[in-house]
């Protein structure tokens, strides 16, 4: 029986890196996240989006519109989205064009979430603009008011030289526009968000510290808008769900055990399987941090996972948890599926809806 709380159950959404395992090429790590979204539209989750690494060994997620172009020719309903397109990379008018035409092939169901940090290391960052300089982090609030104009209907203009206005626009005859949300992990993002009068989602996942602080500022700042009248946000949260909490701790583990070597300096590889982890040697200093990460995680099993995700959704006063599911993979499972993560997604969304 579930020891959840009555009361109605926040939606549920995912973000998506990508994983890459021992063993897998990046098609079957791609195709494993397609099937892992099928599931997530299947189960009736809100949405989907996919995050932006580059040059990193075990996140396929590199290019979020050619996989949101995917996800959403292989579903019916869910939203699919960036989370996010780090704009200090592009130049504002391609990430307009790019997500204009999403929109048209996939009307209503398009998020363009927008991050202010460069998602990589300087030498790659270097590469991304070797065309020349794209969104400089200075003028992101600029670039974002461009991203906007640019997605109407009606476009943008600017004034030429010679004094005479040229209109631009992302794609010929805009019938809807992406819904378009700021990302971040300060309180920048989040009082431009609020001055704007859009949609913000602080990087909880990733960060850690200052939600509620965050939060509260976005929300007592928020300036009304025409298409979001009410401040809207939502939370993000690492989450693996199995049978039994042993199991999820186990294949909680791999990327537990991953990012405590990105937060340590430490060199990084493919993502390790369960039985990869589990047969590590001790490392003090990598087994503290997964200890210290996995107290922030939600590691449980159904109706703990369930109970956890009302109580904090209640806590932030959110109708909306985004899950990132980082459930890891045993050594035999297929290498073009991820079971942990689609069992994550089905036993939460299973209890929640029971």
């Known amino acids: ?31 494993a996240s397609l099937d892992l979204v099928q599931a997530a539209d299947r189960l009736g989750l809100t949405r989907y989006w996919f995050a932006e690494h580059h040059n990193m ?30 704009l200090p990379n592009h130049a504002p008018l391609v990430v307009a064009e790019q997500f204009a035409a999403l929109e048209a092939l996939a009307p209503g169901r398009i998020d ?24 400089d982090v200075d003028r992101f609030d600029q670039h974002v008011t461009d991203i906007l ?33 700021l990302l971040g992990s300060s309180d920048f993002s989040a009082r431009l968000a609020a001055e704007m009068g859009l949609p913000y989602v602080f990087a909880n996942h990733f960060s850690g510290q200052g939600l509620e602080q965050i ?25 693996v769900v199995a049978a039994t909490e042993a199991e999820a701790r186990e294949r ?14 430490r060199p990084l590889g493919r993502l390790e399987t369960v039985e ?23 590691v449980a099993d159904p ?23 980082a459930a890891g993979s045993r050594e035999g499972e297929p290498l073009d599926a991820t079971p942990g993560r689609v069992a994550t997604l089905e036993l939460l969304a299973q209890e929640l809806g029971g």
Request: proline content about 9%.
């Open 57 to 86: 060994a075990a996140v396929a997620a590199s290019t979020p519109p050619v996989m949101i172009a995917a996800a959403a020719a292989r579903t019916s309903r869910i939203r699919v989205g960036s989370g996010g397109v780090m």
């Open 252 to 265: 909680a583990l791999p990327q537990l055990r991953q990012m405590a070597r990105l937060r340590s300096g």
């Open 215 to 239: 939060l509260a500022l976005y929300r007592d700042r928020y300036r009304p808008s025409e298409a979001h009248p009410t401040p809207e946000t939502f939370l993000t949260l690492n989450t």
């Open 303 to 325: 109706a703990g996972a369930a109970a956890e995700v009302r109580r904090l959704a209640a806590r932030h006063g959110v109708g909306e948890v985004m899950l990132v599911p």
């Open 112 to 135: 363009l979430g927008l991050g202010r940090a460069p998602g990589s290391d300087p030498v790659v960052t270097a590469l991304l603009r070797a065309t020349g300089p794209t969104a």
């Open 1 to 31: 029986m579930s020891t959840a709380p009555a009361g109605p159950a926040p939606r549920l959404s995912v973000l998506d890196l990508v994983p890459v395992r021992t063993g897998q090429t990046s098609a079957q790590a791609l195709a």
């Open 149 to 181: 104009a640019l997605l109407g209907p009606d476009g943008a203009s600017l004034r030429l030289g010679t004094g005479d206005l040229y209109e631009v626009r992302a794609t010929p005859a805009a019938g809807s526009v992406p819904t378009v949300w």
């Open 276 to 298: 990869e982890a589990l047969a590590a040697p001790a490392d003090p200093m990598i087994d503290q941090a997964v200890e210290a990460m996995r107290a922030r995680w939600l």
